[in-house]
């Protein structure tokens, strides 16, 4: 018989995934380890083997959403000039931010940060990894930098408080409307579509 037992890796990975979902739904402060681990389907003393403190599961479980962005950004990005590629990074991470679960650990990092310095210095890492790239790889220069987080930033807050759907004109003024919205994503979509296709033909 083949022994189904998972390794520690394998706990892990089940465990940050299960951490993603809880923390998503209550924050750092608000959700409790032993959750996570009903979640993950090992005991609350194995979790702490596998992380040490919930503070250490918090920030590895911001790191990996980190770099989930990292990753899509650096995939939308790569072989195009610096305005494709600024383009192509925006319309990743409209797509990301359809991600409730990404988003709300994001959030719920930047809260934790105010208060923690250890969780403030992985919270930077992201914006760390994020500026060398942009600035090594496509040399964006201080304004296009500034222009790439500030509209990062907006995005996320204006997802976490659903801005899109208030119709009044100081809320419109700020945020693309749903329609608008609407085709960024499609063209994101449609992006990634032709790009799989120009792959898959030259293979």
Known sequence: M???RQTAAERKVAVLAAAITEFAKSGYAGTSTEAIATRAGISQPYLFRLFGTKKELFIATHAQVGDRIIKELTTASKGLDREDAMHAMG???VQLMQDREL???QMHGYAAATSDPDIAAAC???FEV????VHDEFGFTPEMIQEFFANGMLMS???AINLVSVEETWAQSICPSEEKLAIMLAESKGELQSTSKSAASVS
């Open 2 to 4: 083949v022994s189904t």
């Open 91 to 93: 319309m990743a991470y």
């Open 103 to 105: 988003l709300q650990v």
């Open 124 to 126: 930077r890492r992201v």
């Open 130 to 133: 994020l500026w060398f790239k």
């Open 157 to 159: 807050v204006m997802s």
